[in-house]
């Protein structure tokens, strides 16, 4: 492992919190022009330990090496100092700031001109005056990467880079960071729970589980299965959903979008005369690229946004029950834990309870015993890795978090589920609980609609679906009746290149 070309090491780093030993002596080296990818399921100690490597936590046994030198960084302003950057999932940008604001964060003394030439550097320009706010995740990636280059960046540290990326992005983000990697000689880590980040453009991988190492190997002599059985242990059959028959295509409908357009933050009309209808029991899937509408369509759809025009109206099985479609009757489940109602210095118990009091309350009285037992319930089925219920979520890690949200929504009393990429940063084992308990709830007979970036988890999950682009959703088909190609025109927009009409 001591080779020269070895930047940045860690070497048998622990980390306990309390009882917990969350990185039990484990060794990573960081290399000159390669990529080394840190690889495990939720909790296994991935944060923990590009924590210890850049100095934002001090590891209770074992040292960090940079350039050959033991390094005590102090905090992770100290490495950076030291040309060590860190790219968390959740982005260190300004949100209220414009991208010229941000950047001049880093570089004061740089013109406009300047600015933009870096950033189309390493990707396609971006409107300087924009808020970051309204920037797709791929974008603010993607300038946190350029900050990090232009400030001459030897070691490259990410969290979780792809979890918040489409696909293409994904696959454009590992390019960029190869060409770099070797152009420059940056050594670049990468912690992630996604096997498919490993295979193509990585040279090492290290698996941790529990916080210990448990396979180290460059990645051509390694594989799927190999990786998979190190991650989650024995090489047990992850276990598939059932794949039953969808819903009778003649079941009620429950809710109704006719003619449907909303404003968008950056656009006028995020969503352009959109209708569609969903069964009792049935999923309808809508998959599209990041920023074709797809978030202002869910928002819509639960309320949060006024239409521009059109409505959501509910269906005869509705109506039928002489009920209302309400909101307190409509789950909400999404990858953004603290947009969705999250409380992070609530305890996990206390989250359930939040948007659980209908169900747990007599009259003004908490009944603490149902919400306990509820608790009980969730963390045993979500397999949510806490100790007690009542742990504080600031102290989860980030996939227990959302956990929790997906969690809570997907144990709801309702007529409708509303799932935006639910299972987004969640590892494979847990992926597939989360998709088993949404089928098991259309299967209870809630009407699902499931926005999603994935083509694999829309056509595993849905009944029916369609694709957006660009605000326009394709006509709403039964999931045999598309091909993988039909939908991937659709989404990219190859459709609208060719002059075809919607598909
Ligand atoms: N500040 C903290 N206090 C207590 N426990 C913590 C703290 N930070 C992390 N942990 C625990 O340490 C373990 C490892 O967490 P870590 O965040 O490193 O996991 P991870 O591999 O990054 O997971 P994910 O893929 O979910 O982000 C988890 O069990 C977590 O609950
Ligand atoms: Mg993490």
Not at 168 to 185: H, M, P, S, V
Not at 349 to 356: E, H, I, T, Y
Not at 448 to 458: F, G, K, P, W
Request: net charge negative; aromatic share 6%.
């Amino acid at each position: 492992m001591q080779d020269s070309n070895t930047m940045l090491e860690g070497r048998g780093l622990s980390k306990r919190f309390g009882d917990l030993t969350a990185v039990d002596g484990v060794s990573v080296a960081v290399r000159r022009g390669q990529i080394t990818v840190l690889l495990g399921e939720n909790g296994a100690g991935k944060s923990t330990y590009i924590k210890m490597l850049n100095g934002t936590l001090k590891p209770n046994g074992g040292a960090v090496y940079f350039e050959g030198q033991e390094a005590k960084f102090g905090s992770a302003r100290h490495a950076v100092k030291r040309k060590i950057h860190t790219i968390y999932q959740n982005f260190a940008l300004i949100d209220l700031f414009t991208v010229e604001e941000n950047m001049r964060l880093t570089f004061p003394d740089k013109s406009a001109e300047e600015l933009e030439k870096m950033i189309e550097q390493y990707g396609k320009a971006v409107d300087l005056d924009e808020r970051v706010a309204l920037l797709p995740a791929g974008i603010k990636q993607r300038l946190e990467i350029t900050r990090a280059l232009g400030s001459d960046a030897k070691v490259l540290l990410l969290d979780e880079p792809t979890s918040v990326l489409a696909y293409e992005e994904r696959d454009r983000l590992f390019k960029d960071l190869a060409r770099l990697g070797q152009e420059r000689g940056l050594g670049i880590l990468i912690a992630t729970h996604k096997l498919q980040d490993v295979m193509d453009y990585c040279q090492e991988v290290v698996v941790l589980k529990g916080g210990r190492l448990v396979l180290e190997k460059p990645v051509r002599d390694t594989n799927l299965k190999e990786l998979t059985v190190a991650m989650f242990g024995a090489s047990e059959e992850l276990e598939k959903a059932p794949v039953e028959a969808g819903p009778p295509s003649e079941s009620e409908v429950v809710l109704e979008v006719r003619n449907l357009s909303v404003r968008g933050d950056n656009v006028p009309m995020a969503v352009k005369d959109v209708s569609f209808s969903i069964h009792k029991g049935e999923i309808l899937g809508v998959i599209a690229i990041a920023g074709n509408g797809q978030l202002e369509l869910a928002d819509a759809v639960y309320g949060l946004r006024k239409p521009l025009k059109g409505e959501v109206a509910p269906g005869l099985a509705i109506l039928k029950a002489g009920r209302k479609l309400r909101m307190g009757r409509v789950a909400f489940a999404s990858d953004d834990p603290v947009q969705m109602g999250l409380a992070i210095d609530l305890s996990v118990r206390d989250n359930f309870g939040v948007s659980l009091l209908d169900q747990m309350s007599k009259g003004s009285l908490v009944d603490w015993k149902a919400l306990e037992e509820f608790s009980k319930r969730a963390i045993d089925k979500f397999e949510i890795k806490c100790y007690t219920q009542e742990e504080s979520l600031r102290e989860l890690s980030g996939g227990n978090i959302q956990k929790v949200l997906v969690a809570r929504e997907l144990s709801r009393d309702v007529d409708v589920l509303i799932a935006v990429h639910p299972a987004r940063g969640l590892d494979l084992h847990t992926t597939y609980l989360v998709y088993k308990n949404i089928l098991e709830m259309a299967r209870r007979g809630v009407s699902v609609l499931l926005i999603s970036e994935d083509v694999d988890e829309a056509l595993y999950l849905s009944d029916r679906l369609g694709a957006m682009y660009e605000g326009e959703l394709s006509e709403v088909k039964a999931k045999p009746l598309w091909t993988r190609e039909a939908l991937g025109s659709f989404m990219t927009g190859a459709h609208v290149m060719r002059g075809e009409a919607k598909a």
